[in-house]
């Protein structure tokens, strides 16, 4: 069974580059997700997921929604991970 990873730190980043008064969010979790993981995140087309750091785009005043969004996200994707991942050991004598 996998633990959900927690968001242990976001740091916002401001840039000329994004336009729309956007901010660049990388949000540091407490484990690194797997490839499985990382592909259910990165189909929302929201979150880029990286090792141990998930990045996004939002308006300062969407932050508190979008760390909700990541939260059930991570959820989310470690629950399809779980599923989608084979077996290990067999049932059959």
């Known amino acids: 069974m996998r633990v959900v990873p927690r968001v242990k730190a976001v740091r916002i980043e401001e840039s000329w580059q994004i336009p729309g008064m956007r901010v660049r969010c990388v949000a540091h979790l407490t484990r690194p997700l797997s490839s499985e993981e990382a592909r259910v995140m990165e189909a929302t087309s929201k979150f880029r997921a990286a090792g141990g750091t998930v990045t996004y785009v939002c308006r300062p005043g969407e932050f508190e929604e979008y760390a909700a969004r ?5 959820g989310r ?4 991970g779980v599923s989608g991942s084979p ?5 059959s004598r």
């Not at 990541?70 to 991570?74: A, N, R, T, Y």
Request: charged share 30%; aromatic share 14%; glycine share 0%.
């Open 70 to 74: 990541l939260e059930f996200e991570l």
């Open 77 to 80: 994707a470690v629950a399809a």
């Open 87 to 91: 077996r290990r050991y067999s049932l």
